[in-house]
């Protein structure tokens, strides 16, 4: 059995960790949240410490650690900006870290981690699930044994409706969030590349706080793609069945469907590196330096190459 702490338990996806640990028949044994709205944790771990102040979550696993009982995973989930030094703590305080997506927001801080593993000796990992989704493994299978030099056409969708609240919370600010693209889409430049392999072009036609849309030429593929928070978005099919969700993968006119199997995948991510896997530091690079590019680079004029929804929009 291995203990973990997590920082980041009063989010959103914080309940997925917890599961995570408690299905693969570990130990959560202090968790740690400036907001104590945190009353979930009862259902995983109700004997677990919790602390609104990092100080005192500090002080806690240092005293464990002295006293024999060291935290061998920190579980972090807090926001963006903060996962860096997240990371960097956990190492130091001698557990390996398992950190959400994006793992940062800038590419330089990837060798300031791999700096701090070669330093402490321990593991930094992160939640890329959708490389463990079974219909994403089997479309890279596919893609392998695609005759050299062949490339797919991809139109990727995500539109993921949000309230009010969302710019207003960090997620609505850019040196907090890295903005739409890298909040709601690094994973999904990930998989882009999992499955289509280097990237080879990025060209960005929309960034705003609400939406972004761009083009991306991998080695095996040219993707247009678009990500919107408004349900103005979601195509009017959709709306009348009332969801205010649409997200779609559609390759050279084949629907991609892998909306199911998405709840468990953390679960399964931990399995992985419990079991000796796992994926690390550069496995990050290639995504966060597309949403990288996308924060901080030209707006083209979207022409043909543009996804058809950024057309509409310009």
């Not at 927001?105 to 990992?125: C, F, H, M, S, V």
């Not at 929309?206 to 928070?229: I, M, Q």
């Amino acid at each position: 059995m291995k203990k973990f702490a997590l920082v980041g338990a009063a989010g959103y996806i914080a309940p997925r960790h917890m599961a995570a640990i408690r299905d693969t028949g570990n130990e959560l044994v202090v968790a740690m949240d400036s907001n104590d709205s945190v009353g979930v944790i009862d259902s995983h771990f109700p004997e677990a410490q919790f602390f609104t102040d990092f100080e005192l979550l500090d002080a806690f696993v240092n005293a464990e650690r002295r006293a024999g009982r060291g935290v061998d995973y920190t579980a972090i989930a807090t926001p963006n900006f903060l996962h860096a030094a997240h990371m960097q703590w956990a190492l130091r305080s001698g557990s390996d870290a398992i950190c959400e997506k994006p793992l940062v927001l800038n590419p330089e801080q990837l060798d300031e981690l791999q700096a701090i593993e070669a330093d402490t000796g321990r593991k930094i990992y992160t939640i890329l699930q959708l490389r463990l989704h079974p219909a994403i493994v089997a479309l890279r299978d596919r893609v392998a044994k695609m005759p050299e030099n062949e490339k797919v056409d991809v139109d990727l969708t995500y539109i993921t409706s949000r309230g009010n609240w969302y710019l207003k919370s960090w997620k609505g600010f850019a040196e907090k969030s890295g903005g739409i693209a890298t909040n709601i889409g690094v994973h999904f430049y990930d998989m882009l590349h999992f499955v289509y392999g280097k990237l080879q072009e990025n060209i960005v036609h929309l960034n705003t706080p609400t939406k972004a849309a761009g083009y991306l030429e991998y080695e095996r593929a040219r993707v247009r793609w678009f990500l919107s928070l408004d349900v103005a978005d979601v195509p009017a099919e959709e709306i009348a069945k009332g969801k205010r969700t649409f997200r779609a993968v559609v390759a050279d006119g084949e629907n991609l469907e892998f909306s199911d199997g998405f709840t468990d995948l953390h679960t399964r991510v931990y399995e992985d590196i419990l079991s000796g896997g796992g994926f690390g530091v550069e496995d990050n690079r290639v995504a966060i330096e597309t949403v990288s590019t996308i924060r901080n680079g030209p707006i083209a004029t979207a022409g043909d190459l543009a996804h058809p929804f950024a057309r509409v929009e310009g």
